[in-house]
């Protein structure tokens, strides 16, 4: 099963991917399109899995270009043809044709971005890390830069892990207040507990920043309930279990 942005896809010579665990050769808990390279998955079997995404997707295997993620808020502009590394940062955008950008996740969000008008392309991993350090910020200052109008950005935000299942402390919160004088609105308190939504916080940078809500295109999934289509993290991690998967999400520009 495969997840479509309607909006970018409308775009033409552009293409979204949102790609779940099924239709892969992973085993065990990796079990089946796990594209992890930094898991512990057999890395031959995860570099079959990325080969088959590619076959998907139409873009050559060589032209699919994939990043080491660290929770950061770097974006790498994309300039050089001969790719001969896997470049660490959290971001990547291009004007480029022919290639293609994939992102991993699995909890956080997978953002795929699109110039409506000049085609320019970008993909970023989103977590709480890289949206409150200023990862979204800096892919627009890109587009900017790249002499994108706002208004003609078309965003697809991934599936990620809802509200409800996304539980954290009190210096979380402080976290998020540090840096967002709005912060309330993304956080429930029940049962004494308290409940973070990651898809709002993440939306609403973008409002703020000048995107249109109907250039806003979600996949409304939750990694973290739906065991069948989604690796996630913290699903891993209250199951005890050693490792975990993870999703890609492909933008390609054709």
């Known amino acids: 099963m495969i997840f479509h942005s309607k909006k970018i896809n409308k775009i033409p010579g552009l293409k979204s991917f949102f790609f779940t665990r099924k239709n892969g050769l992973s085993k065990g808990i990796y079990k089946s399109l796990n594209c992890g390279l930094g898991s512990n998955d057999k890395k031959k079997i995860v570099k079959k899995n990325v080969s088959i995404v590619s076959k998907k997707t139409g873009c050559k295997l060589n032209k699919l270009i994939m990043l080491k993620q660290y929770h950061s808020n770097k974006i790498i502009n994309f300039d050089n043809f001969l790719v001969k590394k896997r470049y660490k940062a959290d971001g990547i955008i291009t004007t480029y044709p022919n290639f293609s950008f994939g992102i991993l996740t699995a909890d956080c969000v997978p953002i795929l971005v699109a110039d409506k008008e000049n085609k320019t392309i970008a ?10 350090s200023g990862i979204i910020e800096n892919l627009i200052k890109k587009f900017k830069q790249k002499k994108s109008k706002i208004s003609n950005l078309i ?83 209250h199951n005890n279990e050693s490792d975990y998967g993870r999703c890609i999400s492909v933008i390609y520009r054709y």
């Open 123 to 132: 993909a970023i991993h989103s977590g709480w890390k890289g949206a409150n």
């Open 155 to 237: 965003v697809a935000i991934g599936p990620c892990i809802e509200q409800k299942n996304y539980e954290v402390k009190e210096d979380f919160v402080k976290k998020i207040k540090f840096k967002n004088y709005d912060y309330k609105k993304y956080f429930k308190n029940s049962n004494k507990k308290i409940y973070f939504n990651l898809r709002l916080f993440v939306n609403n940078k973008f409002l703020k920043l000048g995107i249109p809500n109907r250039n806003i295109d979600h996949i409304n999934k939750d990694t973290y309930s739906d065991y069948k289509n989604f690796f996630s993290y913290r699903r891993s991690v």
